[in-house]
T-cell receptor
C-alpha cells in the first residue's frame, strides 16, 4: 500500500487566494483526520471523518476553513481566503477505526501564505 | 501561560546509550496511547502503542511504560543510533481522536 497520499507537498500562495489541500487515505480505512502543525501550537486536530461523515470540526480555526470527504478515497481541506497566519504544515491521517488504533500519516503539505 | 514559541525539550544522547523520553498525559479517561517519531520533513510515524490494561510493552529496541496513577508515559530506546534522531510525540486516545503532546527532540551524538 502506498500509504496516505497528500498533494501538493508544498504550496506558496498570496494572501487572499483560495488554497485546496488534497488527501487520499489508505484503502479500507474508514476514519480520516486533518491535523495542522506549527511551531507555536504543535500538532492540532482540525477535523475528522468517520465513513465520510464529519464527526468533529471543533478544531477548525475559522469559517475560512472547510473540509469535505465526497467518497472513501478522497478528502479536501480548503482555506478561502488564505492569510499569512495559516502558514503551517497540514497533515492528513487515516485509521481503520476512529479510536483505539494507530493513525497513519501522510507526508504533509507545507503551506506558505505571503 | 502561553509561551511565545513551542520550545521543544531536547534530549541529547551518546550513540549506543539508552534513551528515555517522558510524557505526561492529561485525560484520565484515555485508554490507548501511542508513541510517534517524526523526522524532518516527514509525517509522524508509528513506533509503538499500549492500552490502559497494560503497564509495559516491548518492541524492537523500544519499550513503552505506562503509569496510570500519575498519568505518565515513557519511551525507552535501547542502544540509540543516529537514525533515532527525531522529534518524538506521545498521543492519547479517549473519546476523541488522538491528542498529541508537544514532543521531545532526541539528538544522538555520534
Amino acid at each position: 500500500d502506498a500509504g496516505v497520499i497528500q498533494s501538493p507537498r508544498h504550496e506558496v500562495t498570496e494572501m487572499g487566494q483560495e488554497v485546496t489541500l488534497r488527501c487520499k487515505p489508505i484503502s479500507g480505512h474508514n476514519s480520516l483526520f486533518w491535523y495542522r502543525q506549527t511551531m507555536m501550537r504543535g500538532l492540532e486536530l482540525l477535523i475528522y471523518f468517520n465513513n465520510n461523515v464529519p464527526i468533529d470540526d471543533s478544531g477548525m480555526p475559522e469559517d475560512r476553513f472547510s473540509a469535505k470527504m465526497p467518497n472513501a478515497s478522497f478528502s479536501t481541506l480548503k482555506i478561502q481566503p488564505s492569510e499569512p497566519r495559516d502558514s503551517a504544515v497540514y497533515f492528513c491521517a487515516s485509521s481503520s477505526r476512529g479510536r483505539g488504533t494507530e493513525a497513519f500519516f501522510g507526508q504533509g503539505t507545507r503551506l506558505t501564505v505571503v | 501561560g502561553e509561551s511565545v514559541g513551542l520550545h521543544l525539550p531536547t534530549l541529547s544522547v551518546q550513540e549506543g546509550d539508552n534513551s528515555i523520553i517522558n510524557c505526561a498525559y492529561s485525560n484520565s479517561a484515555s485508554d490507548y496511547f501511542i508513541w510517534y517519531k517524526q523526522e524532518s520533513g516527514k509525517g509522524p510515524q508509528f513506533i509503538i502503542d499500549i492500552r490502559s490494561n497494560m503497564d509495559k510493552r516491548q518492541g524492537q529496541r523500544v519499550t513503552v511504560l505506562l503509569n496510570k496513577t500519575v498519568k505518565h508515559l515513557s519511551l525507552q530506546i535501547a542502544a540509540t543510533q543516529p537514525g533515532d534522531s527525531a522529534v518524538y510525540f506521545c498521543a492519547e486516545n479517549a473519546d476523541t481522536p488522538l491528542v498529541f503532546g508537544k514532543g521531545t527532540r532526541l539528538s544522538v551524538i555520534a
